[in-house]
């Protein structure tokens, strides 16, 4: 099992981002998180979709600004930020959830930054 994160990087205050992760090694067809850690800080969860993606979940501290999808086609997970803030810096991670809901294979990150 592989999941590949990419699309981090430096952004402003209120700007987009777009992270992908790309999974191998299993069928993809597993409920899926987003989960990101901020320096100096825990691991917190940030959403959740389910197997076809039409059912998603989101904390409170990301609702109405970020949206997870999925293609299953092409066996990749997305994670779209907008309005960002400092307070989303942290390394993204897209995990595999298992039934009882918790994650058995993580992706090795991407770092969001939202500084001016």
């Known amino acids: 099992v592989q999941l590949q994160a990419s699309g981090g990087g430096l952004v402003q205050p209120g700007g987009s981002l777009r992270l992908s992760c790309a999974a191998s090694g299993f069928t993809f067809s597993d409920w899926m998180y987003w989960i990101r850690q901020a320096p100096g800080k825990g691991f917190e969860w940030v959403s959740a979709?389910?197997?076809?993606?039409?059912?998603?979940y989101y904390a409170d501290s990301v609702k109405g600004r970020f949206t997870i999808s999925r293609d299953n086609n092409k066996n990749t997970l997305y994670l779209q930020m907008s309005s960002l803030k400092p307070e989303d810096t942290a390394l993204y991670y897209c995990?595999?959830?298992?039934?009882?809901?918790?994650?058995?294979?993580w992706g090795q990150g991407t770092q969001v930054t939202v500084s001016s």
């Open positions: 995990a595999r959830v298992i039934p009882d809901g918790s994650v058995d294979y």
């Open positions: 979709v389910n197997s076809d993606g039409r059912s998603t």
